[in-house]
C-alpha cells in the first residue's frame, strides 16, 4: 500500500490497513516502512493522510541558571540561555529548544540569530500550513541555508505535537520504543587535577556510566592520568572541542596509552580531511560532533576514514528527520553513535532521550540528570538517573513532559507569539 502524502510516498506493508484506521497508525507504518524495497509499490493502493496545520508558534528567550559553572575550551557559563519553541496544531501543544548559545563559539548560531531566523523566515514559512508529516517541515525551509539549530527546534516541536495528536510516545513516531537509555556525564575544564578526581568519583558514586572530560591544549594528559590513576577501568573519554591544530595535535599521541573510548572533535569544526589523517595515527578512535552537520558530511566522514564514532545531536543537524538518517548511515557502516548534549533543560533533554531509543545509539550519551545542572528544571518531575545508571524515557504522549508554566514565566526575559 502507498501512502501519498503530497510531498513524498510511504510504503506499507500491513495489508490490514484500512481507510478507517487511525492517523496514528498510518503514520507509525510510514515510520517504519519508508525505508523498504520499493517494489512493494507495485502491488499497491492510495491513502491520502489527514495532515495538521500549524496554527500557532509562541518562542519564549529564556534564562536559567546552572548549578555550577561549566568551562570548554570555548569558556565559561554560568547560566544557560536559549529560545524555547511550543507549536499548536490541532489542539495539542509541542514542544522544541533551540540549543543555540548566547556565543558563536560551538557553532555560527546564536540565540541571537535563532530568533532572528525563526521569526523572519521559518515561522512564516510555517504558519497556517498543513504538514502531513513532522519531516516535511524541511521542505518549507529548503531556500534556507544553515540555521540548523533554529530549523531544528521548530521541527522538534512539531514532531512532539505530531506524537501528541496521535496519542503515543515520541520515540514510536520515531520508529522505535521506549527503552532505559544509559547516562553519561561530561565534566567541564576543572580548577585543578584533584577536584577532576573529586568530580569524577561523585559521578561515579551518583551511577553514570561513563565519563567524559573536556580537554584543550595543556588540559590533556595530566587529567586522563590523574582519572586513570584512581579509576583504572572506568570507561573514559575525552572531548577536545576542536581545541587542536594539525600542528599541536601531537599532544594526543600519549592518549593512546590510557584506554580511552574515543577522543571527540580534536581538530577544526568543519574539517574532515585532517582528521582523517589523524584517525590514521591512532589507536584510540575520533568521535566527530561539531564536523557532523548532517547525512552528506557522515557519508564522507565515514567515507574518508575521518571517524569511528558519531556524536549524533538533532540541533546541530537540523532536526529529528537528518538525525534519523546520520544514524541510519552510521548503522549501515556498522559505526557506533551516541547522543550529545548541549546543557539542554528538561524540554530538550526530554526529546534527547526519545530519539536515543533508535536503535545504532550503543554507547551511553551525554544525557543526564536535571540536577546536575538546574534546580529547579523547566519540567517537573526532572530528569532522573536510576540507581543503575540509566534514565527512563519519559512516559506518555509525545516527549511526555511539558514546561512548569510558573517556572517558565519567571524564566522567561522576553516572548513572542504568532497566529495563523
Ligand atoms: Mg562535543
Known amino acids: 500500500m502507498r501512502i501519498d502524502c503530497g510531498l513524498r510516498d510511504w510504503i506499507i506493508e500491513d495489508w490490514a490497513f484500512t481507510p478507517h484506521a487511525s492517523i496514528g497508525q498510518a503514520m507509525r507504518f510510514s515510520i517504519n516502512l519508508q525505508r523498504r524495497d520499493p517494489e512493494i509499490l507495485n502491488a499497491a493502493g492510495v491513502v491520502r493522510l489527514p495532515g495538521m496545520r500549524i496554527d500557532e508558534v509562541r518562542l519564549f528567550d529564556v534564562r536559567l541558571p546552572l548549578v555550577r559553572p561549566f568551562e570548554t575550551s570555548f569558556g565559561r557559563i554560568d547560566a544557560r540561555e536559549f529560545v524555547l519553541v511550543a507549536v499548536d496544531a490541532g489542539g495539542a501543544t509541542g514542544w522544541g529548544e533551540c540549543v543555540a548559545d548566547v556565543d558563536p563559539f560551538y557553532s555560527e548560531e546564536t540565540t541571537t540569530t535563532a530568533w532572528y531566523v525563526m521569526t523572519n523566515v521559518l515561522v512564516p514559512a510555517i504558519l497556517g500550513r498543513t504538514l502531513a508529516h513532522p519531516r516535511d517541515a524541511a521542505a518549507t525551509w529548503a531556500r534556507v541555508r544553515g540555521h540548523r539549530m533554529a530549523k531544528a527546534a521548530i521541527e522538534m516541536a512539531i514532531w512532539d505535537v505530531r506524537a501528541r495528536l496521535d496519542g503515543r510516545p515520541l520515540c514510536e513516531l520515531l520508529g522505535a520504543a521506549a527503552r532505559p537509555i544509559p547516562a553519561g556525564v561530561s565534566i567541564g575544564i576543572q580548577p585543578s587535577l584533584a577536584a577532576l578526581v573529586d568530580r569524577v568519583g561523585a559521578e561515579l558514586a551518583d551511577g553514570y556510566r561513563r ?52 577522543i571527540e572533535q580534536p581538530l577544526d569544526y568543519d574539517d574532515l580531511v585532517d582528521h582523517a589523517r589523524l584517525q590514521a595515527s591512532l589507536r584510540t578512535p575520533i568521535c566527530l560532533d561539531e564536523s557532523i552537520t548532517g547525512p552528506k558530511a557522515a557519508t564522507d566522514a565515514i567515507g574518508l576514514g575521518a571517524c569511528r564514532i558519531i556524536n549524533i545531536k538533532p540541533g546541530r543537524m537540523g532536526g529529528f528527520g537528518p538525525s534519523i538518517a546520520v544514524h541510519d548511515i552510521a548503522r549501515a557502516h556498522g559505526m557506533p553513535v551516541w547522543h550529545g548534549g548541549m546543557l539542554e533543560s528538561g524540554i530538550g ?11 545504532g545509539f550503543t554507547l551511553p ?11 529547579p528544571d523547566l519540567i517537573d518531575p526532572p530528569i532522573e538517573v536510576r540507581k543503575d545508571g540509566c534514565i527512563d524515557v519519559p512516559p506518555g504522549p509525545g516527549i511526555g513532559v511539558v514546561p512548569v508554566e510558573a517556572r517558565l514565566a519567571a524564566a522567561t526575559q522576553h516572548s513572542e507569539r504568532f497566529s495563523a
Open 211 to 262: 565519563i567524559k572530560i573536556k580537554i584543550k591544549p595543556g588540559w590533556d594528559r595530566a587529567p586522563v592520568e590523574a582519572i586513570r590513576a584512581k579509576f583504572d577501568r572506568v570507561p573514559l573519554m575525552v572531548d577536545a572541542n576542536a581545541a587542536y591544530t594539525v600542528a599541536s595535535a601531537g599532544a594526543l599521541a600519549p592518549l593512546d596509552a590510557f584506554d580511552l573510548m574515543m
Open 365 to 375: 550519551g551525554d544525557v543526564a540528570a536535571s540536577r546536575r545542572y538546574f534546580v
Open 349 to 359: 533533554r526530554a526529546h534527547n532521550l526519545h530519539l536515543s531509543t533508535l536503535p
